[in-house]
T-cell receptor
Framework: DQQVKQNSPSLSVQEGRISILNCDYT??????FLWYKKYPAEGPTFLIS?????DKNEDGRFTVFLNKSAKHLSLHIVPSQPGDSAVYFC??????????????FGQGTTLQVKP | NAGVTQTPKFQVLKTGQSMTLQCAQD?????MYWYRQDPGMGLRLIYY???????DKGEVPNGYNVSRLNKREFSLRLESAAPSQTSVYFC??????????????FGAGTRLSVL
């Protein structure tokens, strides 16, 4: 039972254009969401996050949108750069003493930005 | 600033052999985690440790054991390796919930092949 799903295994965009990566979740208890970026032969690195009390969070070229009613979030990268080519993981968690910070990850989307 | 350090980076085992994957963090974090990454599966939690002296099972604990040696170190042991344990293993750590809540910091990974 995949609680966090990234249904697009790969995405290819032209440099300078917008990249939109999507993520869906099923557990309504999730109230905090994160995006990680992973280059080959490296560990995932934190990119941006959003709390369920917000519907948008922006950090430079990266914006995450959250639609709670649809249980959907998306990561927008504008403008896309070749250095953004990587695997992007969506992750979800929830507050509460029983959680201890565990993250549930999606399968990942490989983004290729073409020069 | 080392962050999370994993050793070894690569390992090849024969079926039935045992080994221990080492992880150390220098960020004074309380919580530590072990994940495995398989193609199309994202990152799946094997075991975690919410604080020194405590460990708990994650999503895929079978065939593994862990030890939280002290606050810095969290090791993962394969007692009798199986080909199904061929994967990339990541260790992560997380500070407290204030400021950067739920952000986990990852090591570079250990690439394990079991023949």
């Amino acid at each position: 039972d995949q609680q966090v799903k990234q249904n697009s295994p790969s995405l290819s965009v032209q440099e300078g254009r917008i990249s939109i990566l999507n993520c869906d979740y099923t557990n309504s208890m999730f109230d905090y969401f994160l995006w990680y970026k992973k280059y080959p032969a490296e560990g995932p690195t934190f990119l941006i996050s959003i709390s369920s009390i917000k519907d948008k969070n922006e950090d430079g070229r990266f914006t995450v949108f959250l639609n709670k009613s649809a249980k959907h979030l998306s990561l927008h990268i504008v403008p896309s750069q070749p250095g953004d080519s990587a695997v992007y993981f969506c992750a979800a968690t929830f507050h509460g003493s029983s959680n201890t910070g565990k993250l549930i990850f999606g399968q990942g989307t490989t983004l290729q930005v073409k020069p | 600033n080392a962050g999370v350090t994993q050793t070894p980076k690569f390992q090849v085992l024969k079926t039935g052999q045992s080994m221990t994957l080492q992880c150390a963090q220098d960020m004074n974090h309380n919580s530590m985690y072990w994940y495995r990454q398989d193609p199309g599966m994202g990152l799946r939690l094997i075991y975690y440790s919410a604080s020194e002296g405590t460990t708990d099972k994650g999503e895929v604990p079978n065939g593994y054991n862990v030890s939280r040696l002290n606050k810095r170190e969290f090791s993962l042991r394969l007692e009798s390796a199986a080909p199904s344990q061929t994967s990339v293993y990541f260790c992560a750590s997380r500070g407290d919930q204030t400021g950067g809540a739920y952000i986990q910091y990852f090591g570079a990974g250990t690439r394990l092949s079991v023949l």
